[in-house]
C-alpha cells in the first residue's frame, strides 16, 4: 500500500498499533481481509509513528506477522 499522512501518521515508514502493541511496515503492508488493517488501526485512533523499526522494538512493540514475518 503506502505511507500514510492521516492520523498521527507524517509519512513514517513504522505503524506502531497501540492496541495490540504490534509494529507495521508500511513499505510492505498486506492489505487483505485479515491482515493488516491500517486505515482501520488509524481510525481507531491507535496509531503511532515511528521511523525505525528498531525503535518500535525498544518501546516494546512486536512484529506484524504479515508485513514484518520472521
Known sequence: MAR???????????LGNTSRKEVHDLD?????????????IIAAKH????????????DGYGDCAYCLPK
Not at 500514510?4 to 513504522?14: S, T
Not at 503492508?29 to 482501520?40: F, Y
Not at 496509531?47 to 525498544?58: C, E, I, M, S, V
Request: aromatic share 8%; with cysteine.
Open 47 to 58: 496509531d503511532k509513528p515511528y521511523t525505525t523499526l528498531t525503535a518500535a522494538h525498544d
Open 28 to 40: 510492505n503492508e498486506k492489505t487483505g481481509k485479515n491482515e493488516c488493517q491500517i486505515d482501520e
Open 4 to 14: 500514510r499522512y492521516n492520523g498521527n501518521m507524517n509519512g513514517e515508514r513504522y
